[in-house]
Nanobody, 123 residues
Framework: QVQLVESGGGSVQAGGSLRLSCAAS????????LGWFRQAPGKKREGLAT???????IYADSVKGRFTISKDNAENTLYLQMNSLKPEDTAMYYC?????????????????WGQGTQVTVSS
């Protein structure tokens, strides 16, 4: 059973930065794709970035150039570095995992989800 635990959320002023972490366990030896998503109140869930087991990455246009996804395979941890944050980035942020490809994960979501971490950006 894959388990995902996010951390690193918080409150920041516009223009600031945050780094989110997602500790993953339970998928040793399997080629999972991992990704970051967010959902603001009253809005649909949005895929932000995904990375496959070979390290290939895709980004949603809304965060390209501001957010960077990365992973530490030795620590089984996924990261999302968020720079130049805007008030519209305020949302609950989730990590997810899936055995299908990174495009499927970005567009459809994953089989496994973390509990989320709140990011609030003030103007």
């Amino acid at each position: 059973q894959v388990q995902l635990v996010e951390s690193g959320g918080g409150s920041v002023q516009a223009g600031g930065s945050l780094r989110l972490s997602c500790a993953a366990s339970g998928y040793t030896g399997r080629r999972y794709c991992l990704g970051w998503f967010r959902q603001a109140p009253g809005k649909k869930r949005e895929g932000l970035a995904t990375i496959d087991s070979d390290g290939s990455i895709i980004y949603a246009d809304s965060v390209k150039g501001r957010f960077t996804i990365s992973k530490d395979n030795a620590e089984n941890t996924l990261y999302l570095q968020m720079n130049s944050l805007k008030p519209e980035d305020t949302a609950m942020y989730y990590c997810a995992a899936d055995l299908r490809d990174k495009w499927w994960l970005l567009l459809r979501g994953g089989n496994y989800w973390g509990q989320g971490t709140q990011v609030t950006v003030s103007s």
